[in-house]
């Protein structure tokens, strides 16, 4: 399985959440999308340990299958796809979740995530 952690997913497997570590261990191929990591570094900018943090972060970006995934042209479709999808379903989600939604179906990637938000998006595989 090829899985995209979004914030709360990474916290998870950083806090030895037994699912979620076995999900990321099992997966073929880890992804963080650029707003995970984004969220991920302004938290442990507002912390006291972001050092510590900002380690383990790099450290878990250096694993060779994990990879840092970034919006191009071909995701702004797929963003406004969903959008519009969201807006006639009359479920917004906030633009980070919708962001990482549409890096999760451009790159056909289960979203790893507590987040009751991507229930919106029948399309996206959830762990």
Not at 21 to 37: D, N, S
Not at 79 to 87: G, I, P, S
Request: hydrophobic share 45%; aromatic share 10%; proline share 6%.
């Amino acid at each position: 399985m090829r899985i995209l952690l979004d914030t709360n997913g990474y916290t998870d497997f950083c806090r030895n959440d037994a699912r979620t570590v076995r999900t990321v261990r099992g997966a073929e191929a880890v992804f963080l999308p650029f707003v995970t990591v984004a969220e991920l570094r302004a938290g442990f900018r507002c912390g006291t340990v972001a050092t510590r943090n900002e380690a383990v972060l790099a450290g878990f970006m250096s694993v060779p299958r994990v990879r840092v995934l970034f919006a191009d042209e071909p995701t702004t479709r797929v963003y406004a796809e969903l959008f519009a999808q969201l807006r006639h379903q009359g479920t917004p989600v906030p633009t980070n979740d919708l962001w990482i939604a549409a890096l999760a179906v451009q790159h056909n990637l289960t979203v790893c995530s507590r987040d009751a938000h991507f229930d919106h998006f029948p399309q996206i595989p959830r762990c």
